[in-house]
């Protein structure tokens, strides 16, 4: 018998909301069943705040899921190709799925030098951030999307160094937010870098002289997105952890915590408030973890415990 990690409490609210969505929630699922499964994903904690489940895309070409954001409609997931445990990068790419039908109906591939993809943040105006640890990108999605690949639609590039990382990244009222995936609290930050960055056109390398501000976050950082009312929710994560909070954007102090599904990764607001993410966990990389919800999903953030 399956014994999860997570507490005592998370536990019971998991038994609780499996009921939710465990068999029926297995036959509501949007999107397609990677070939590898043989089952639904696994109970997820907080699953009664979620609303909507889909199939991460690209699993059964081996893609793993990381980055997600809400586009014009559409949400959008950056994956990179690997099915090797000790292999975390790979050609990357983004896909582009209906929120009521969970189809997938477009797609890209992203530059050459692109390996891991992180995180994604729509900016507004057709344009897409991408973060790729030491390099934030910016793509015209409409002809990224009519082409199949980025070969004209890159607008700039944002190459990083020093303690500043995209593992992951998000956008709020003009700054680029780059966060700092690490296993060490100490080194575990996000940075506000301004947006005309992008307009520089020469390829020297900012630090974290270059941020407007920072603030320590904590560790295994994996994703951001800022609410409506413009508090920054943060999720972190492992391959037996994880996390959700919400936190001051000014401070950072940590306002709310939930536990979260293990490998849970980027995260984007829709215009309605719903909260998206995507866990990797059940992945092809790492389809031998004990949680298996290689989804995308959408969480009522008011209904969160």
Not at 55 to 69: R, S
Request: glycine share 12%.
């Amino acid at each position: 018998m399956r014994i999860p990690r997570h507490s005592l409490v998370c536990n019971l609210l998991g038994l609780i909301a499996a009921a939710s969505f465990g068999s029926a929630g297995a036959a509501g699922m949007l999107g397609t069943r990677p070939a590898y499964l043989e089952a639904g994903p696994t109970p997820a904690p907080n699953a009664q705040a979620i609303s909507t489940m889909i199939w991460a895309p690209g699993l059964n070409d081996g893609f793993v899921p990381q980055g997600i954001t809400f586009a014009d409609g559409h949400v959008l997931v950056s994956s990179y190709q690997s099915d090797y445990a000790k292999t975390g990068a790979g050609s990357a790419r983004i896909y582009r799925l209906d929120p009521v039908s969970g189809k997938t109906d477009g797609q890209f591939d992203l530059p050459d030098a692109v390996k891991h993809a992180g995180g994604i943040v729509y900016a507004g105006n057709g344009m897409l951030i991408v973060a790729d640890t030491r390099c934030l990108y910016k793509i015209d999605l409409a002809r990224a999307f009519a082409d199949g690949n980025t070969e004209h639609a890159l607008r700039g590039t944002i190459r990083l160094g020093g303690a500043v990382k995209g593992s992951f990244v998000d956008f709020y009222q003009g700054s680029i937010l780059a966060g700092a995936y690490d296993k060490d609290p100490a080194k575990s930050k996000v940075f506000f870098l301004p947006y005309a960055l992008f307009e520089r056109g020469n390829d020297s390398v900012i630090d974290e002289s270059a941020a407007t501000r920072s603030f320590a976050i904590t560790a295994m950082g994996q994703g951001a997105a800022f609410d409506h009312q413009g508090y920054l929710w943060l999720s972190f994560s492992n391959s037996n952890h994880g996390l959700l909070q919400k936190v001051d954007p000014i401070s950072g102090k940590v306002l709310e915590q939930h536990t979260m599904v293990d490998g849970i990764e980027d995260l984007g607001f829709d215009p309605q408030g719903g909260l998206w993410a995507v866990s990797e966990a059940g992945s092809p990389r790492w389809r031998n973890w004990e949680a298996s919800f290689p989804v995308v999903f959408r969480m009522d953030v008011d209904k969160l415990r």
